[in-house]
Structures are given as C-alpha cells and as structure tokens.
C-alpha cells in the first residue's frame, strides 16, 4: 500500500511541477501570526507582504514571472506554524517560506524547511534561530543580543556603569533580559538591581522603588514588550526618578509614545531602525530610498503608520526577491538557498544585509539607530 | 454497548485509518490525519472522565504539557530514551493525577470545573516561568526518536507524516480498543452508575471515590500519551500544549462529536482539526464558523454529533 501511496504522491508532485512551469509562477508560502497574541507581529507582517506581492506583480514579477503567495495565518500556535509549513511544502509546493513571527512558530517551520531543502527567512528575534547556522534558515530582525550591546555601548558613551533592570517575564522581556546580562560585563556594565513583572501587571512601582533605593544605580533597563514598558515609562515619571530610562527595540513604535504619554516619555531612549524617523532620514543616507518607499506605500494603501515588525517582513521579501532574481532557476529551492547566503550589501529597512555559510542574520550594530523621545517624536541620537 | 458493538466501532477506525491514504494527494494529508490521531487519543481519555464516570475537566492540557515536556526533559537531562520518556510522562501524569485526583473529585460540577482548570493554569505558569530547565515561552527542542535513519532507509520522508501517521493511528487503535473494553468491564460499569446517580451506585456497593480517581487518572494518562506524540512528531514544544485553551478545545472535541462513545470523539477531534484547515480560504470567519457549528450542533444534536446521527438512523431502521 505504501509504495502505491508513494507512487501516487509522485505522480502528482511531478503534475504540480509541470502546471506550475507552464503558468511561469513563482510559488512562495508565508506562515505569519496575523491573528492571535502575537497579531500585532503577524498582521503588519501579513499586509506588508501581500502589498509587496501586488507591487512586484504589477510591475511584471521576477525575469517576467509573477510570485503566487500563500498566506496562512498560524494565529501564533507553533502546532498550527509546523502544520502550515508541512502544507506549504507538500501541497503548495512554494519554493521558499518567509515568516514565524515569534520564536515559538518560527523553530516550528524551521525544522520541517531544514528536513525538506526549502529556504526560510524568519521573522523571529531569537539568537537559536541563526546560531548554531542552518543549512536553510535566514533571519531578518536583529537579536536581543545585539540590542543590548547597543544599548551598553551608548551607557559607555554617557560614563554610565552601574544600572538597575526591570524586565517582563513575557517571551520577549525574558530573553532579552537574559542576553543583556551575558553581554553587560563585555561592555564594563554592572547590573546592581534585576526585577522582573507580569505580562499583565498594571502597576511597578514597587519594583521601581527598589531599584531607586539601590545605591549607585546610574540608569535603568527595561527589555519588554506590550504595555509593560508603558506602565514602567510612567511610574518612572510618578516616582520622578532623575537618571535616564531605557527601553528596548520591542516598543519602538508610535503607539508607544501615545501608551506612555509624552511627557512622561520625554528623554528616554532605544534602539530602534530608519523605519521610525523615517521622515528625518538624510536623502543621502543609505536607508532613504528603501525606507520612504516602503512607509509612503504602506500608508496609503491601508492607512496605518509602519511597524518595525512590518519591516522584518518587508526586508525577508526584498532579500527571497533578490536571491530569486539572482538564482535564475525559480523552481529550484536549493539555487535559491545558494543566492541567498550569496546576499551582499542588500538595504533593506532594518539594516544592510549581507549573509554568508557562517552567517545567516548579515546585520551589525550600524543596523541599530539610538533614537531618543523629544517632545512626543523620536530623534536619532548622535 | 455490546460486545459486537465494540468491534464494529473498532474495525471502522481501523478501516479509516488504512484506507485514508489512498486518497491523500500529498504528504500534508498525513501530518493532518497524524494531528487528528493524537487529539483523538486525548479526547478519548476524556470520554472515559466525561462520558463514563460524568465528571468534568478544564485542565487535562497540563497533563500533556507533562507528556509533552517529559519527552523534552528526559532525555537531555536523564538520558532517557525518547520512547521510555513517554512512558516516564505517562507515569508522572498518572501520579499526579492521582495525587490532585483525591481532594478535588470530591468537588462536583462547577466547583470541580474550576479546581481542575486551577491545575492546568499551574502546569502552564510553571512551564512559561522555570525558564531556565523548560525555555521559557519561547519553548524547546524536543530529542529525536531516533529513527530519521531507518525511515530515510524505507524511502519516506523524514518531516513529512506518513510514519507518525501510522504510529499514531496505532496508538489510538490501542487507546480506543482500551477504552472500549472499559466500557464493558466491572469498573466501566460502576463508572457509568455513578455517573446516574452517586448515591444509587454507593448504595449497591460502588466505591465512588475510587471509581471517580480511577476514571480521572485514567484520562490523565491518555492527554500524557497524546502529548508525548505531539512534542516527538513537532520536535519542538512550547508551554501552549498545556494552555487553558487547549484544555478547552479538547472538552469541546468530546462534546462535539458525542461525550459518550469513542468513535463520536475521534469524529469531534477530526472535525475540529479540519475546520481551521479547510477554513484557511477566509481565515477572517474562521472562529464564527467555528463558533456557529458549535452551537448548532448543541442545539439540534445535544448528544454529540455521532450518537445523535447513529439514533436517528436506528429510529427509522426499526
């Protein structure tokens, strides 16, 4: 009975492959959380790309052939994420998979991408993903780690060394907490005080407190996402605390400031991408025409201000459309995953992408602006 | 149900089970019919809580967030066998069951509701916060059973479902035949009595609290089993496995297709892992379908859809 599955199976594989040849389309599959927890990762991502699809289609695809999309939504679920990419791979029969909006659905497609040949570009912050490297997996977002490092070095920069860390326990907070206390005695930091609180704790002041009754504190962390660091922004502000907050690139975004309030906001600082002073960009910075283009479309096709998570998606897509473009062979999987880890100098909106056998994120520290919080706008710190 | 009963329901899945493959156009079939397979085995479990012994569970996720993560754990830091790993889950889960077992099932109703879903929020926060031994939210990896070279041997594909298809298929032949023989066993009978009436069934000699353990730790051990298959087919687990909506969705796979026969709850399972799946076309009103199926089914097959259609056909039959 196998063997006659089997020889079913290949029959129609082989009928796919030939339909999709004659029709000269591009098969690419995205699995993203466009519902669920994770939705405000997954829907900016999911609108971003199939505007990017439409956009490339219009103006007549790779070397003449349109990209047919797959979406699905895994609302977040890893289960449902390695369900999808199973479809993708054996139904669809896509040729890459962009997508995994938290770590969680991301090494879900990531060992069904690596068991069957197929190039992945994840959307997912974890270092795991691109360390140890994979033969197939690519990453867009930058890690925690290197948000911590670039935190730290500009802590050296104001002379500061001792800090106080009050983190989420969420996925996000936890991770970066822990990353951040690995890399703080590389940069001569000492973390004198490290509180954590809840996903859906209201209040901090207690944690604050204690870390303001801790002697020599120079500057507080925060590395968390959602509302937390809101709550922390303003009971930092309640408690008139008179050194500096920083928070992380989990809530670089303009509904931040608005969560937060301006005021209480005023001179804090993160690492943040081009994509949020996109309209303070220098024309002659690298960024500009990648991040102007991307922001002027996404605005007026659904009329909502970009996320940084929009443009991890935004920049996977550029990178499977270059490589595609320069594989030649849009059916081959594995040409492609070669013209990928071949990506050298591509801007995209986090940062500039080069990858290589060694190296499947491509991103340094430069991809990380410092921006600080100036009247209720951000502001690139140099 | 009768002797012949049984294995007419036994040889249907059977049948199913063997024959669905001929129809499958592609390798995705199989990891769908293997995911059907695994949620059946658990909701199996609950059939014998629910639809025997009549008492209720909102947390028997945690018991496969044990199952799940005892085959992540055990083997990276006990050096077990992935395969020995799902009986060391299958043997925690049952102890713990039997340990909460004791105090809450003097619980009834919506006291024991709560009390079992307090238990499976537990099991999550632990697996969400010990992140230093389970990952965190972000999850981990789980050992491979060991078999990629053999298959890569027989010619199948190493993520793609056909083996865990068949294992698990087999494993729920197994848990279905197990539960079915319970049905008909002096323990399925004073199950059943006591799930009529508590006092009735003390009255002619029914150990209640002992049936009421034995049925819950039971059902433990079948979400443990199910777990265990889950995290070995992904090879990756987060602590969602024991989430209260997972929790959630197994009561409502057993009340969907029929809280009291095991061929109605592989139905409940195999719809409810359908659905998301045919609905991915307009993923938008995927929940109101979802929902709208639910409560049409509650309304006009109050006993679960397989029962009900079986006693409609029976009614004209005779």
Same mark, same amino acid.
């Given at each position: 009975?196998?063997?006659?599955?089997?020889?079913?199976?290949?029959?129609?594989?082989?009928?796919?492959?030939?339909?999709?040849? $004659?029709?000269?389309?591009?098969?690419?599959?995205?699995?993203?959380?466009?519902?669920?927890?994770?939705?405000?990762?997954?829907?900016?991502?999911?609108?971003?790309?199939?505007?990017?699809?439409?956009?490339?289609?219009?103006?007549?695809?790779?070397?003449?052939?349109?990209?047919?999309?797959?979406?699905?939504?895994?609302?977040?679920? %890893?289960?449902?994420?390695?369900?999808?990419?199973?479809?993708?791979?054996?139904?669809?029969?896509?040729?890459?998979?962009?997508?995994?909006?938290?770590?969680?659905?991301?090494?879900?497609?990531?060992?069904?991408?690596?068991?069957?040949?197929? %190039?992945?570009?994840?959307?997912?912050?974890?270092?795991?993903?691109?360390?140890?490297?994979?033969?197939?997996?690519?990453?867009?977002?930058?890690?925690?780690?290197?948000?911590?490092?670039?935190?730290?070095?500009?802590?050296?920069?104001?002379?500061?060394?001792?800090?106080?860390?009050?983190?989420?326990?969420?996925?996000?907070?936890?991770?970066?907490?822990?990353?951040?206390?690995?890399?703080?005695?590389?940069?001569?930091?000492?973390?004198?005080?490290?509180?954590?609180?809840?996903?859906?704790?209201?209040?901090?002041? %207690?944690?604050?407190?204690?870390?303001?009754?801790?002697?020599?504190?120079?500057?507080?962390?925060?590395?968390?996402?959602?509302?937390? %660091?809101?709550?922390?922004?303003?009971?930092? $502000?309640?408690?008139?605390?008179?050194?500096?907050?920083?928070?992380?690139?989990?809530?670089?975004?303009?509904?931040?400031?608005?969560?937060?309030?301006?005021?209480?906001?005023?001179?804090?600082?993160?690492?943040?991408?081009?994509?949020?002073?996109?309209?303070?960009?220098?024309?002659?910075?690298?960024?500009?025409?990648?991040?102007?283009?991307?922001?002027?479309?996404?605005?007026?096709?659904?009329?909502?201000?970009?996320?940084?998570?929009?443009?991890?998606?935004?920049?996977?897509?550029?990178?499977?459309?270059?490589?595609?473009?320069?594989?030649?062979?849009?059916?081959?999987?594995?040409?492609?995953?070669?013209?990928?880890?071949?990506?050298?100098?591509?801007?995209?909106?986090?940062?500039?992408?080069?990858?290589?056998?060694?190296?499947?994120?491509?991103?340094?520290?430069?991809?990380?602006?410092?921006?600080?919080?100036?009247?209720?706008?951000?502001?690139?710190?140099? | 149900?009768?002797?012949?009963?049984?294995?007419?329901?036994?040889?249907?899945?059977?049948?199913?089970?063997?024959?669905?493959?001929?129809?499958?156009?592609?390798?995705?079939?199989?990891?769908?019919?293997?995911?059907?397979?695994?949620?059946?085995?658990?909701?199996?479990?609950?059939?014998?809580?629910?639809?025997?012994?009549?008492?209720?569970?909102?947390?028997?996720?945690?018991?496969?967030?044990?199952?799940?993560?005892?085959?992540?754990?055990?083997?990276?830091?006990?050096?077990?066998?992935?395969?020995?790993?799902?009986?060391?889950?299958?043997?925690?889960?049952?102890?713990?069951?039997?340990?909460?077992?004791?105090?809450?099932?003097?619980?009834?109703?919506?006291?024991?509701?709560?009390?079992?879903?307090?238990?499976?929020?537990?099991?999550?926060?632990?697996?969400?916060?010990?992140?230093?031994?389970?990952?965190?939210?972000?999850?981990?990896?789980?050992?491979?059973?060991?078999?990629?070279?053999?298959?890569?041997?027989?010619?199948?594909?190493?993520?793609?479902?056909?083996?865990?298809?068949?294992?698990?298929?087999?494993?729920?032949?197994?848990?279905?035949?197990?539960?079915?023989?319970?049905?008909?066993?002096?323990?399925?009978?004073?199950?059943?009595?006591?799930?009529?009436?508590?006092?009735?069934?003390?009255?002619?000699?029914?150990?209640?609290?002992?049936?009421?353990?034995?049925?819950?730790?039971?059902?433990?051990?079948?979400?443990?089993?199910?777990?265990?298959?889950?995290?070995?087919?992904?090879?990756?687990?987060?602590?969602?496995?024991?989430?209260?909506?997972?929790?959630?969705?197994?009561?409502?796979?057993?009340?969907?297709?029929?809280?009291?026969?095991?061929?109605?709850?592989?139905?409940?399972?195999?719809?409810?892992?359908?659905?998301?799946?045919?609905?991915?076309?307009?993923?938008?009103?995927?929940?109101?379908?979802?929902?709208?199926?639910?409560?049409?089914?509650?309304?006009?097959?109050?006993?679960?859809?397989?029962?009900?259609?079986?006693?409609?056909?029976?009614?004209?039959?005779?």
């Amino acid at each position: 009975m196998m063997s006659k599955t089997t020889t079913a199976l290949a029959t129609l594989a082989a009928l796919g492959v030939l339909s999709g040849a $004659a029709q000269a389309e591009i098969r690419l599959g995205v699995s993203v959380s466009a519902t669920g927890p994770a939705a405000f990762l997954g829907d900016p991502e999911a609108k971003t790309i199939e505007m990017l699809v439409e956009q490339l289609n219009e103006a007549g695809g790779i070397n003449g052939e349109e990209i047919a999309l797959t979406l699905y939504d895994d609302g977040g679920d %890893p289960n449902k994420a390695r369900t999808f990419a199973t479809r993708l791979v054996e139904d669809d029969e896509v040729v890459a998979i962009l997508g995994g909006s938290t770590t969680g659905t991301t090494m879900s497609i990531l060992s069904v991408a690596e068991d069957e040949g197929i %190039p992945f570009i994840s959307l997912a912050g974890a270092i795991s993903i691109v360390d140890p490297v994979r033969a197939n997996v690519f990453k867009t977002p930058h890690t925690d780690r290197m948000a911590c490092e670039k935190i730290f070095t500009d802590m050296q920069a104001q002379g500061i060394t001792k800090i106080g860390m009050i983190s989420g326990t969420d996925g996000f907070g936890a991770s970066m907490q822990a990353q951040c206390k690995e890399v703080a005695g590389d940069h001569g930091i000492e973390i004198l005080a490290d509180e954590t609180y809840g996903p859906q704790d209201a209040d901090m002041t %207690p944690q604050l407190t204690r870390i303001r009754n801790t002697e020599g504190v120079q500057a507080v962390l925060n590395p968390g996402f959602g509302q937390g %660091p809101a709550i922390v922004t303003r009971n930092v $502000a309640q408690l008139g605390f008179e050194i500096p907050l920083y928070q992380s690139h989990g809530v670089a975004s303009d509904a931040f400031i608005e969560l937060a309030g301006a005021e209480a906001a005023e001179g804090l600082r993160l690492p943040g991408t081009a994509l949020l002073i996109a309209d303070k960009l220098a024309e002659d910075d690298a960024q500009y025409q990648v991040v102007t283009a991307y922001t002027e479309a996404y605005k007026a096709k659904y009329d909502q201000d970009v996320s940084t998570f929009g443009g991890y998606a935004h920049d996977a897509f550029a990178l499977i459309v270059d490589a595609i473009t320069r594989a030649g062979d849009s059916e081959d999987p594995q040409a492609i995953r070669d013209a990928l880890e071949a990506t050298s100098g591509l801007v995209g909106t986090t940062g500039t992408y080069s990858f290589s056998p060694e190296d499947h994120l491509g991103l340094d520290l430069s991809a990380f602006r410092m921006l600080e919080i100036k009247d209720g706008d951000w502001l690139p710190v140099e | 149900m009768t002797g012949r009963n049984k294995w007419i329901s036994l040889g249907v899945l059977a049948l199913l089970i063997a024959l669905l493959p001929l129809f499958f156009p592609s390798g995705y079939y199989y990891r769908v019919g293997a995911l059907i397979f695994v949620n059946a085995l658990s909701v199996v479990g609950l059939v014998i809580l629910i639809g025997y012994a009549g008492q209720i569970s909102l947390g028997h996720a945690g018991f496969a967030g044990i199952g799940a993560y005892a085959c992540a754990l055990a083997p990276e830091h006990l050096g077990l066998h992935p395969a020995l790993a799902v009986v060391l889950g299958a043997v925690v889960s049952g102890v713990m069951a039997a340990l909460i077992g004791k105090p809450i099932l003097r619980l009834k109703g919506y006291y024991l509701g709560v009390a079992t879903l307090g238990f499976g929020i537990l099991v999550s926060m632990v697996l969400t916060n010990e992140r230093a031994l389970t990952g965190g939210p972000d999850g981990m990896n789980v050992a491979d059973l060991g078999l990629r070279d053999v298959l890569r041997d027989m010619g199948w594909k190493l993520s793609g479902g056909e083996f865990w298809y068949m294992l698990c298929g087999v494993v729920l032949l197994v848990g279905a035949w197990l539960a079915l023989n319970l049905f008909d066993s002096p323990s399925g009978r004073a199950m059943r009595a006591l799930h009529g009436s508590e006092v009735a069934a003390a009255t002619v000699g029914v150990d209640v609290p002992r049936q009421k353990l034995r049925a819950f730790v039971i059902s433990a051990v079948y979400a443990s089993v199910a777990g265990s298959l889950l995290a070995l087919q992904n090879g990756f687990i987060t602590p969602d496995v024991a989430g209260f909506m997972h929790s959630v969705e197994m009561v409502t796979m057993a009340v969907l297709g029929g809280v009291g026969s095991v061929l109605g709850a592989t139905f409940g399972a195999a719809i409810l892992t359908l659905l998301p799946q045919v609905l991915t076309v307009f993923a938008e009103y995927e929940q109101l379908v979802l929902g709208l199926v639910m409560v049409l089914v509650m309304i006009f097959l109050p006993q679960g859809l397989l029962p009900s259609i079986a006693r409609r056909l029976k009614g004209r039959d005779e």
